[in-house]
C-alpha cells in the first residue's frame, strides 16, 4: 500500500499567481493527494485569499484543508470563519496559534492551538477533520523542548486528529519525537512535513528563521555549487528522497510537501518514491 501524500500551497496574490496555482493542483491531482492545504496570514492577513483557493481546489475535485490561525482573533470571529467554510461543504481545517501581526497588542481570545481545538470541537461537532502542527526540532518561539512537547499533547488531547510537522531534515529528529509524543499518550497519526530544495538560498533562509537545522555537509555541498542551478536541483532531489526512504522505512504515516506553489520537484520526488496514484 503506498504512502498517502497531501500538499501545501500558499494563495496566491494576482491573478497570475491564480491560474498557475489552478495548473499545479491539476498536476498534482493526478498523485490522488490525501487533501490540499492553503496558508493563512498572520491575523488573518490572506483571509479572503485563502477561501478563494480552498473553493478553486474544491471545485477542481480535491479536499482542501485551510489553515486557521486564531491568536488575535474573537470566538465570534472564528465561529464565522468555520460558518463560512461549512457553507461550502469544507470540514478540513489545519489549526495554528499563528503569530500576532506586527503593530497587535492583544493576542485576542484564543492563547494557544489547543484552545482553538478544543473550540472547533465543541461548537462545529465531530465531522471536522483537524489537523495542527508539530515541531520536530522545537518551535522557534519556545525555548525549552519539554514545555513545546506538553503543548503538542495538549493539542492533540483537545481532539485533533493528526499532526503536520514543521518541515525538516534529520529524519532522526522527526522518530525521536514520535516516540516521545507517544509517552505522552498521542496515538494520532504525526505526518513529516518535506520542503523540497525549490531554492536553497529561500529555504535556508526560512531554517534560519525557524531554528531548523540544515546538515553542514548539505550546506556546504550547496554552496560549492554557486551558481550551478542543475546540480544544485540533482543533489537536493537526492537529499530529500533519501530523507522521505528513510521516514517511509521507519513507519511514517503519510508526507507532506511544502510546495511553496511549484509542481516539478514534487512530481520527480513522488515518482522516485513510488508516491501517488500515478507516477
Known amino acids: 500500500m503506498s504512502t498517502p501524500v497531501s500538499f501545501e500551497f500558499f494563495?496566491?496574490?494576482?491573478?497570475?499567481?491564480v491560474e498557475k496555482l489552478k495548473?499545479?493542483?491539476?498536476?498534482?491531482?493526478?498523485?490522488?493527494?490525501?487533501?490540499?492545504?492553503?496558508?493563512?496570514?498572520?491575523?488573518?492577513?490572506?483571509?479572503?485569499?485563502?477561501?478563494?483557493?480552498?473553493?478553486?481546489?474544491?471545485a477542481a475535485g480535491f479536499e482542501a484543508a485551510p489553515h486557521l490561525s486564531c491568536v488575535g482573533s474573537t470566538r465570534e470571529n472564528i465561529a464565522d470563519i468555520l460558518g463560512t467554510y461549512r457553507a461550502q461543504n469544507i470540514h478540513r481545517v489545519v489549526a495554528l496559534r499563528g503569530d500576532l501581526p506586527s503593530g497587535t497588542a492583544t493576542a485576542g481570545e484564543f492563547r494557544y492551538a489547543a484552545e482553538l481545538v478544543s473550540f472547533i470541537r465543541e461548537t462545529q461537532g465531530a465531522d471536522w477533520h483537524i489537523e495542527v502542527a508539530a515541531y520536530p526540532e522545537v518551535h522557534p518561539q519556545q525555548r525549552y523542548a519539554a514545555k513545546d512537547l506538553q503543548h503538542f499533547?495538549?493539542?492533540?488531547?483537545?481532539?485533533?486528529?493528526?499532526?503536520?510537522?514543521?518541515?525538516?531534515?534529520?529524519?532522526?529528529?522527526?522518530?525521536?519525537?514520535?516516540?516521545?509524543?507517544?509517552?505522552?499518550?498521542?496515538?494520532?497519526?504525526?505526518?513529516?512535513?518535506?520542503?523540497?530544495?525549490?531554492?536553497?538560498?529561500?529555504?535556508?533562509?526560512?531554517?534560519?528563521?525557524?531554528?531548523?537545522?540544515?546538515?553542514?555537509?548539505?550546506?556546504?555541498?550547496?554552496?560549492?555549487?554557486?551558481?550551478?542551478?542543475?546540480?544544485?536541483?540533482?543533489?537536493?532531489?537526492?537529499?530529500?528522497?533519501?530523507?522521505?526512504?528513510?521516514?517511509?522505512?521507519g513507519g511514517a504515516p503519510g508526507i507532506h510537501f511544502y510546495t511553496l506553489n511549484q509542481a516539478p520537484l514534487v512530481?520527480?520526488?513522488?515518482?522516485?518514491?513510488?508516491?501517488?496514484?500515478?507516477?
Not at 11 to 17: A, Y
Not at 24 to 43: C, D, I, K, R
Open 11 to 17: 494563495p496566491p496574490n494576482t491573478p497570475v499567481g
Open 23 to 58: 495548473a499545479v493542483v491539476q498536476q498534482l491531482g493526478e498523485l490522488s493527494p490525501q487533501y490540499f492545504s492553503v496558508t493563512y496570514g498572520a491575523g488573518g492577513s490572506t483571509r479572503d485569499k485563502t477561501l478563494s483557493a480552498v473553493m478553486d481546489i474544491a
Open 153 to 249: 499533547a495538549d493539542k492533540m488531547k483537545a481532539g485533533a486528529d493528526g499532526a503536520i510537522t514543521q518541515f525538516f531534515f534529520n529524519a532522526d529528529a522527526y522518530f525521536h519525537f514520535v516516540e516521545e509524543a507517544r509517552k505522552l499518550g498521542v496515538t494520532q497519526p504525526i505526518v513529516p512535513g518535506i520542503m523540497p530544495f525549490h531554492n536553497y538560498a529561500r529555504i535556508a533562509q526560512f531554517a534560519q528563521r525557524d531554528g531548523i537545522d540544515i546538515p553542514r555537509w548539505v550546506q556546504l555541498k550547496m554552496e560549492g555549487f554557486m551558481d550551478d542551478a542543475a546540480s544544485i536541483r540533482a543533489f537536493g532531489l537526492d537529499v530529500i528522497a533519501r530523507l522521505c526512504e528513510r521516514l517511509i522505512d
Open 267 to 279: 512530481l520527480e520526488l513522488c515518482k522516485r518514491l513510488g508516491l501517488g496514484a500515478k507516477v
